[in-house]
């Protein structure tokens, strides 16, 4: 492919401008009030509301299916793209609430960098706890917020020292918050060395705030006298304290920008915008067959993290959301589907635009496609210019949580049964496994969050006419076995006896285990066991 200079430097400038990352949270600590306060700033939509909330992701899972044949497609929107001073965003959505699921890991691994939202009263909770985990995975940057900083909060100090221990990252505050709840005025940025004292908020755009210096006289006057001492004295301990603010360390993610604020009174929300588009890296190299590809590569390049089954019966098509790694892509220009072996069009390309879906013409590294997929695709699958061929290193497979044994109610609907849970398995709706040496006579589905059986029970009854047993199973942790060769006998594994040894239908070998407790009696009992959380062959 050859680009003239004026078209590669422009190429060049549309992908640096990039930052791709996803919001994870604990749900209630905030997300969807900070998604949509930097769409207010990035002129996406007019007023605090508009974007699918919370409202939606709460409601029962009768009401979502009814949600999802109306539309005919998602109601989960998977990407959110906006300007904002020259910058062109995509906030990826990580579903939360009952929606929460595989997909919701998947999808981080489109991300170049995440944001955390962390409660200011509650700290690192559950929810966040896993998100992070799989973002550390790769080493991508973390960027915290520390939210609802306008209610009492936990002292700040503490809340550093909990996301060090638990989460085992470094902690640099570029802003200090002064006061909390009722007299929260502001913060102190440690990178501009000024203080940023809130004067009113009117919930929808900006504060009104001034900007003054530590020593400027005017601040003594503006603060409460305790507050403002206690300023000095904080801006002293830190001075003294903790990691030095290095960027490499943010961008390996090791060290993670920490910033105090309030989402819903927009206390702190633009100045943190602001400071993680200058400290976040546009789309950065990704690993493939053939080494790691340059996202300036002119060659168009992408991976599927996502499949959206459509829950209409009438509709049987599904959208592929795919991550463009590298180049650009065109409307109606032959791509290379590298698993399928064959040249395709992608069809319908979509894009959105805060709740707007729209048909793409051209988009690049960094952003994110939705595409027609009429059952050709699987989650990470590669896409590429024809002359490129490369492929992307896979999803891996993340541990389910949840288990059931699952069997049909009518015996003679056998084959019924066994066609739809492999197909919803193969699309990566849920996780499929057996005990060794069985096939299909019982399986055991395994799945991240409990919407994922409802979705299971829906599309089996409604697709393949097939309604289901469903016997939940007191399980809760999963392990790939690693270090199974030839003579590997599962039968000769010490385990406590609430522990069981499954196969996935690859012939992976895996166990299950009820508790942490367990899976340290396993590995203490048998001294060449390797267990692993993700998998990433299965
Ligand atoms: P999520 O997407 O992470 O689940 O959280 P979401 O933004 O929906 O926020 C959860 C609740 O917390 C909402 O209140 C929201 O208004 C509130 N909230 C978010 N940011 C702040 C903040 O900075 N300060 C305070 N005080 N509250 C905040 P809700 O009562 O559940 O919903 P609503 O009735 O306000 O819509």
Redesign the pocket.
Same mark, same amino acid.
């Given at each position: 492919m050859l680009l003239e200079e004026s078209e590669l430097a422009n190429l060049r400038q549309e992908i640096e401008n990039r930052r791709t990352f996803a919001?994870i949270? &604990?749900? %209630? #600590? =905030?997300? +969807? +009030?900070?998604?949509?306060k930097f769409l207010l700033y990035g002129g996406a939509i007019q007023e605090a =509301?508009m974007v699918k =909330?919370?409202?939606n992701?709460r409601h029962a899972v009768s009401d979502w299916m009814e949600i999802e044949k109306q539309r005919g497609i998602s109601v989960t929107s998977s990407v959110l793209q906006f300007r904002y001073q020259g910058k062109c965003i995509n906030i990826l959505d990580t579903p =939360? &609430?009952q929606d929460f699921s595989e997909d919701t890991y998947r999808t981080l691994m489109a991300a170049d960098s995440a944001v955390m939202?962390i409660?200011a009263s509650k700290g690192v909770e559950a929810q966040t706890r896993k998100l992070f985990k799989v973002c550390a995975m790769r080493g991508v940057p973390i960027f915290t917020f520390i939210?609802?900083? %306008?209610?009492e909060a936990r002292d700040p100090y503490e809340l550093l020292d909990e996301i060090e221990t638990e989460l085992g990252i470094g902690t640099y505050a570029v802003n200090w918050p002064i006061g909390s709840g009722k007299r929260f005025h502001g913060v102190y940025d440690r990178v501009d060395d000024q203080v940023i004292a809130f004067e009113g908020a009117d919930f929808r755009h900006e504060v009104k705030a001034s900007r003054l210096s530590l020593d400027d006289p005017i601040l003594e006057g503006t603060l409460p006298t305790e507050l403002y001492q206690q300023l000095i004295d904080d801006v002293e301990l830190l001075s003294g304290a903790g990691d030095e603010f290095d960027l490499a360390a943010v961008h390996a993610g090791k060290l993670s920008p920490v910033f105090f604020?309030? #989402?819903?009174?927009n206390?702190g929300v633009e100045p943190f915008l602001e400071k993680f588009l200058q400290m976040s890296t546009p789309p950065t190299a990704r690993e493939a067959d053939i080494g790691r590809i340059d996202p300036f590569d002119p060659h168009f390049s992408a991976f599927v993290f996502k499949i959206q089954a459509n829950m209409n019966k009438a509709h049987r098509d599904r959208i592929a959301f795919m991550r463009i790694c590298s180049g650009k892509f065109e409307r109606g220009s032959d791509v290379w589907h590298v698993q399928g072996g064959r040249k395709i069009q992608l069809a319908q390309p979509q894009q959105l635009m805060a709740q707007d879906r729209s048909i793409v013409d051209e988009a690049f590294a960094g952003d994110i496609i939705g595409v027609f997929d009429p059952g050709i695709f699987s989650i990470g699958d590669t896409v590429c210019d024809p002359t490129m061929k490369c492929v992307y290193s896979g999803i891996p497979t993340f541990a389910p949580e949840l288990f059931a044994r699952v069997r049909q109610k009518d015996t003679l609907k056998r084959k019924q049964f066994v066609k739809g849970v492999e197909q919803i398995a193969r699309e990566g709706a849920i996780q499929i496994f057996h005990e060794p040496n069985t096939g299909m006579e019982e399986v055991i589905v395994g799945v991240v969050g409990v919407l994922q059986f409802e979705v299971l029970e829906y599309r089996l009854k409604n697709e393949y006419n097939v309604e289901v047993i469903r016997e939940g199973l007191p399980y809760e942790h999963l392990r790939w076995i690693e270090n199974t060769d030839e003579e590997f006998d599962y039968k000769t594994l010490k385990l406590t006896s609430d522990t069981k040894v499954v196969q996935d239908f690859q012939g992976n070998y895996l166990l299950l285990f009820t508790s942490p407790w367990n899976i340290s009696w396993a590995l203490d009992h048998n001294e060449d066991l390797t267990l692993s959380e993700f998998s990433e062959n299965a």
């Open positions: 919001i949270s &604990h749900p %209630d #600590a =905030g997300k +969807t +009030t900070i998604t949509e =509301g =909330g919370k409202k992701s =939360g &609430h939202v409660d939210n609802k900083m %306008d209610r604020g309030s #989402a819903l009174t206390f």
